[in-house]
């Protein structure tokens, strides 16, 4: 029972990317290689965000809100923003589209998360002997997770790749970035201030996953619509 436990919340974590890849034209692309070049940045990125945070933040007892090592951390996290920016201009990419492209980086940037921050509570607690909610929430959460960066990285070839995008979304589309880049600190201002516990914050970021992807696909559609005329 446990061991299914196991196999069933890790294909809820990881078996997501698997479907996107695979029922998407991303592997009719042969993007693979994007995808995994992609994820080598986000482990190069995570490392530094990981020394930053341990130099600039410091360690408190309690677990409440602290508006300035909440700001850091935002400020930290827009180093994720430096990664997808590097992978998404300077990676060497096959002959792909742009629409390929960054679905591709947000993908193996997602699916590197996943590994790094949910692997290993998930080999450790799901294969408990007490049945626990957590890990599918977990699972969950990463779905959402997976949402959230593609938005960002197609947000980001908005930014970085089109040049000829109509200049009344800019605003939109920098405003939606930025939002996708704090939502860490959005999470976290609930759980800590609002005290939302565990189910409600999934629940939020796996609704909040939908509206953003809604807006940015309109956003990415009609900057595509602009550039075909």
Avoid at 6 to 24: D, E, K, M, R, V
Avoid at 175 to 187: D, E, N, V, Y
Avoid at 211 to 222: D, E, G, I, K
Wanted: charged residues 15%; aromatic residues 14%; proline residues 3%.
């Amino acid at each position: 029972m446990t061991v299914f436990h196991f196999f069933n919340c890790a294909l809820l974590t990881f078996g997501p990317h698997a479907i996107y890849y695979s029922a998407t034209p991303l592997s009719e692309y042969d993007t693979l290689g994007t995808c995994i070049k992609t994820a080598v940045v986000y482990l190069i990125t995570a490392l530094i965000k990981l020394v930053c945070l341990a130099t600039f933040l410091k360690v408190t007892e309690n677990d409440s809100f602290d508006p300035y090592q909440e700001l850091l951390k935002a400020l930290i996290g827009f180093i994720d923003v430096a990664g997808l920016y590097y992978a998404m201009t300077q990676l060497t990419h096959r002959n792909i589209s742009q629409t390929h492209k960054f679905q591709a980086v947000g993908l193996g940037w997602a699916f590197a998360d996943s590994v790094l921050h949910r692997l290993a509570p998930l080999w450790v607690g799901a294969r408990g002997l007490e049945f626990t909610w957590e890990y599918i929430l977990q699972g969950l959460e990463a779905n959402a997770n997976l949402v959230f960066t593609v938005s960002l990285a197609s947000l980001g070839s908005l930014m970085w790749l089109r040049k000829n995008k109509p200049k009344a979304l800019i605003p939109f589309i920098y405003a939606c970035a930025g939002i996708l880049a704090t939502m860490p600190s959005i999470t976290s201002y609930l759980r800590r201030i609002l005290d939302w516990d565990f189910p409600k914050v999934v629940g939020f970021e796996l609704l909040a996953s939908v509206v953003m992807a809604f807006l940015s696909a309109q956003l990415f559609f009609a900057c595509q619509r602009r550039s075909s005329i």
